[in-house]
T-cell receptor
Framework: GQNIDQPTEMTATEGAIVQINCTYQTSGFNGLFWYQQHAGEAPTFLSYNVLDGLEEKGRFSSFLSRSKGYSYLLLKELQMKDSASYLC?????????????FGKGTRLSVIA | SAVISQKPSRDICQRGTSLTIQCQVDSQVTMMFWYRQQPGQSLTLIATANQGSEATYESGFVIDKFPISRPNLTFSTLTVSNMSPEDSSIYLCSGTQGVNTEAFFGQGTRLTVV
């Protein structure tokens, strides 16, 4: 089976840093993805980790520990436009062409 | 990444009828998938659309209810058949280009069944 857990909701202040955690238990692993989804819109790709460590992309960074089945998305210098749902997704089993399995998403509210 | 054009963007349908959703990609994609997203929920995979052959369905989804076509590498359709209010949801198509690459999405179809 596959299980992906992330917090349901988070609130953070404009200009601050927020970390959104994701834990997963899957049969096989071939990459972890983070997506941003604004209300009423399709998900948009943020980051991809397949090896342990930190991937940085501007204000967004994503970390992966395969041994712990754990990832986080770090958002720096928060802006009001960052208010959205953030979806953690895993590709498994060990194939690069299988579909992504999504967690339930974390709804982030950025307040002034 | 490629761009997927999905239509219709929204529809209100009578129960018992069927709706076909279309996705056109502006370049060839390796894989195409269909997801459903209930209000306030995450994405649930319906099926993998296989080119030139029957789609691969996830548990809880069957071909009679959700027939899927993929006649070529850039186009796929999903039909929601014999609709009931429980089928009200957002339906999203997705594609990938190459192995170990991210998935990208169409704009989604917001379906309301009355």
């Amino acid at each position: 089976g596959q299980n992906i857990d992330q917090p349901t909701e988070m609130t953070a202040t404009e200009g601050a840093i927020v970390q959104i955690n994701c834990t997963y238990q899957t049969s096989g692993f071939n990459g972890l993805f983070w997506y941003q989804q604004h209300a009423g819109e399709a998900p948009t790709f943020l980051s991809y980790n397949v090896l342990d460590g930190l991937e940085e992309k501007g204000r967004f960074s994503s970390f992966l520990s395969r041994s712990k089945g754990y990832s986080y998305l770090l958002l720096k210098e928060l802006q009001m436009k960052d208010s959205a749902s953030y979806l953690c997704a895993v590709r498994s089993p060990n194939s690069g062409n299988t579909p992504l399995v999504f967690g339930k998403g974390t709804r982030l509210s950025v307040i002034a | 990444s490629a761009v997927i054009s999905q239509k219709p963007s929204r529809d209100i349908c009578q129960r018992g009828t069927s709706l076909t959703i279309q996705c056109q990609v502006d370049s060839q994609v390796t894989m195409m998938f269909w997801y459903r997203q209930q209000p306030g929920q995450s994405l649930t995979l319906i099926a993998t659309a296989n080119q030139g052959s029957e789609a691969t369905y996830e548990s809880g989804f069957v071909i009679d209810k959700f027939p899927i076509s993929r006649p070529n590498l850039t186009f796929s359709t999903l039909t929601v058949s014999n609709m009931s209010p429980e089928d009200s949801s957002i339906y999203l198509c997705s594609g990938t280009q190459g192995v170990n690459t991210e998935a990208f999405f169409g704009q989604g179809t917001r379906l309301t069944v009355v």
